[in-house]
């Protein structure tokens, strides 16, 4: 009796088809083989998307493919995170998220994903300083006469942000702490659109990364108050730190990183830490970092370890300030 083969054996048997023999699983070696997605959790404009862009085109040219960004908006960069955690791990979609990796398991009790089991890191990209800044004919003059009139004006004053889980929500509950107040925020698909606002005249201050505010303060269409580093920055020398204007809690610096799902292979992620220490090194990347009030990290702290360090740290740090603090973003 003549044994019949299916179809697809034969296929397989020719190698006329690799996905007909179950062998649809992509060389980790043959990676990068088509475009890249850069999955940003805030509004195409911002700070997020400024450093995705600075650094996605020498990476594409190190890596030989584009790369795209995609801004998925929504709950404080939770979504753009969720969906990245969902995703195959080949490789071809990257989160890049900032300090808020490490506030949403406390933030989001319900949170459908785990920043450290769900993701593999690829490595820190920059710290970068906040910066407090207010329209431009808002009435205080200093972080000083902000305390003050917030103090004064608490049921009317706006608080510009980009939801629960932004850098901006935490540097401004830790305004909110340090003052005691409780002002009206107003959240923002990323502080992008919170910046054309804030320039409009449509809220009154905000804290935000100097990657979206430099130029803007710089310019004078907003008003900058203060630093949330320790140390002045060289794109800002006038504004003092928030520790020299009276406000020593309000410190924080919005570090960044890549990330891609738990089950990407070793060499993957290798490719892309590799890819990310070449575009890090990169004079012009310097240089546009630079003027935007900020650098790269050190070169040791491009990867996987001292990202995973950092992340664990940040969740130990934060957890139980925005436990007492009992805000909680759903
Ligand atoms: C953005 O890209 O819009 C920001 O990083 C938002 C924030 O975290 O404040």
Redesign the pocket.
């Known amino acids: 009796m003549s044994r019949q083969i299916p179809l697809a054996s034969l296929a397989c048997l020719t190698m006329l088809s690799l996905a007909a023999c179950g062998g649809d699983e992509a060389d980790p070696a043959d990676y990068p083989d088509s475009e890249i997605t850069f999955v940003?959790?805030?509004?195409a404009g911002?700070?997020?998307?400024t450093v995705t862009r600075l650094i996605s085109e020498p990476m594409s040219e190190e890596l030989g493919q584009q790369i795209v960004v995609q801004n998925v908006e929504g709950a404080?960069?939770t979504v753009a995170a969720g969906q990245v955690a969902g995703e195959e791990g080949d490789g071809y979609q990257v989160l890049v998220h900032?300090i808020?990796m490490s506030t949403a398991p406390s933030l989001y009790p319900d949170l459908d994903y785990d920043p450290l089991e769900d993701f593999k890191t690829v490595g820190l990209i920059t710290d970068v300083p906040m910066t407090i800044v207010a329209r431009k004919d808002f009435e205080p003059e200093t972080l000083e006469e902000l305390v003050s009139y917030v103090e004064e004006n608490a049921d009317t004053v706006t608080l510009a942000?980009?939801g629960v889980g932004?850098?901006?929500?935490l540097c401004g509950l830790l305004f909110e702490q340090a003052v005691g107040v409780d002002l009206t925020e107003v959240p923002y698909?990323?502080?992008?659109p919170?910046l054309t606002d804030l320039v409009g005249g449509q809220v009154d201050f905000m804290?935000?990364?100097t990657t979206?505010t430099a130029a803007t303060i710089q310019s004078g269409d907003i008003k900058g108050y203060a630093v949330t580093t320790p140390e002045r920055v060289d794109a800002l020398p006038d504004l003092p730190t928030t520790a020299e204007a009276g406000l020593p809690d309000v410190e924080v610096g919005?570090w960044h990183g890549l990330y891609v799902p738990a089950d990407t292979p070793d060499e993957i992620v290798d490719k892309l830490t590799d890819a990310l220490a070449v575009a890090l090194a990169d004079q012009s990347v310097i240089d546009q970092f630079a003027d935007l009030g900020t650098t790269p990290v050190p070169e040791d702290q491009v990867t996987p370890d001292a990202h995973t360090a950092k992340l664990q740290e940040q969740i130990d740090l934060w957890t139980p300030i925005i436990e007492e603090s009992g805000v909680t973003g759903g």
């Open positions: 940003v959790p805030f509004a911002g700070p997020t998307d404080g960069g900032h808020g942000n980009a932004a850098a901006s929500q698909d990323g502080t992008g919170a804290c935000d990364q979206n919005v």
